[in-house]
């Protein structure tokens, strides 16, 4: 069976960017509150659910180290023994920022089970000018690994801002763009909202995740489903079903 047609059968959404397991990163902080997490995810629709953590440059707050590698590698069996009771396929992945890439291995980010890398696009915050160079550079990496990139959050980017070109230049390289959904509902701001929007109108967006943190801040997806199939119809339901991902063959969402 292929892929879309297994990710209807089991119907829900594909979430690939969650910080839902503990790692030492600023999501989830127990075992506890990350089964809690992924319970709201479960709730909320979700199927499959990426465990993302932060993998930040060495100048950042949250650098991928063997300590956090350690956290993650401990807490990650004890949470997905019991989420996958209730029937949600808790997998394995890391966040990488974009210059992170220039020294490691892109295989050592896989979302499991795909051939794909997820890669941040820098937050506003951090203040670079052209923050589009250095995800098409850490994107060309990936690509000349034979894997896809996975582009986080755009809709931050004070580039795309200015200009979708850098945007279109990704998909034409073969990245599928992923924003968080929670900013289609303007959680984020007027700004990321409107370059959100602008994005899905352009037909630039391949994927919709949640980027969820904490209960404040939720694994979820069915509120963005809502208010971006109200706007775009059915249609838009493959921004949510995991079907754009490249499964790896044998690692396929409801494959026995």
Do not use: Y
């Amino acid at each position: 069976m292929a892929v879309a047609e297994r990710l209807k059968v089991m119907g829900g959404f594909v979430d690939v960017h969650s910080h839902a397991v503990p790692s030492g990163d600023d999501g989830a902080r127990s075992v506890k509150e990350a089964i809690e997490l992924c319970r709201l995810a479960f709730e909320g629709g979700t199927v499959v659910l990426f465990a993302t953590p932060h993998a930040h440059a060495g100048w950042d707050h949250h650098p991928r180290t063997p300590e956090r590698e350690r956290v993650f590698a401990e807490t990650f069996p004890q949470v997905k023994q019991v989420v996958s009771e209730w029937g949600l396929d808790l997998r394995r992945g890391w966040e990488a920022f974009p210059t992170v890439l220039r020294d490691r291995d892109p295989h050592d980010f896989l979302l499991e089970g795909t051939r794909a890398v997820l890669v941040e696009f820098p937050g506003f915050w951090l203040n670079f000018h052209d923050d589009s160079e250095m995800v098409v550079e850490a994107a060309d990496r990936i690509l000349a690994a034979g894997l896809v990139p996975v582009i986080a959050h755009p809709e931050r980017s004070i580039a795309l801002r200015r200009s979708l070109d850098p945007a279109l230049s990704l998909v034409e390289r073969g990245c599928l763009l992923c924003p968080n959904g929670d900013s289609a509902l303007g959680d984020n701001g007027a700004q990321i909202e409107e370059t959100f929007w602008r994005l899905i109108d352009e037909g630039l967006v391949s994927l919709i995740a949640s980027d969820g943190h904490r209960p404040g801040r939720p694994p979820r997806l069915d509120a963005a489903h809502r208010a971006v199939v109200e706007r775009c119809g059915r249609e838009a339901e493959r921004l949510f079903d995991g079907s754009a991902l490249p499964w790896a063959a044998d690692r396929n969402p409801g494959s026995t």
